[in-house]
Structures are given as C-alpha cells and as structure tokens.
C-alpha cells in the first residue's frame, strides 16, 4: 500500500487547515492510527504533530463533549 501523501508529494501538513485534518481524527476526535488513515510513518508523525499544535491553538477540540453546545 502506497501512502495517500507520498502519492500527491505533500511535504508539509499544516496545523491550520483543519478541513484535511479533521479526516485523520475519529468521531471522538482520538487521531486515528496510520493502518486506518493509510499513511506512512513519516507523514503519520507529520499530522499527528498538527493535529496537536492545532488543538493546542484552539483550532480544534480536544474530545467529542467540547464540541456540544449547552
């Protein structure tokens, strides 16, 4: 299996674009693991480190409950 951002040359994921990053994280909001999401060990590093440094800007939730409204 190839990875998907071998394939389309991506060399850097950007914390910022959640739209593409929000397809690598479950329903939960739990990163899904590379054998799910099909990529490399590399670009896995890549946007597990994204989705990270986005959460911690506040760009995107931590778990499924700070998304609700009250």
């Known amino acids: ?3 998907l ?3 389309e040359k991506i060399n850097y994921v950007d914390y910022k674009n959640t739209d593409i990053l929000r397809k690598f994280v479950s329903g939960q909001f739990k990163i ?3 054998a799910r999401t099909g990529l490399c060990q ?3 590093r890549m946007v597990a480190n ?3 440094k986005a959460r911690f800007m506040a760009l995107m939730p931590y778990t499924k409950l700070q998304t609700l409204k009250k």
């Open 50 to 52: 994204a989705v990270k």
């Open 1 to 3: 299996m190839v990875c």
């Open 32 to 34: 899904s693991s590379s």
């Open 42 to 44: 590399k670009h896995q």
């Open 5 to 7: 951002a071998c394939q």
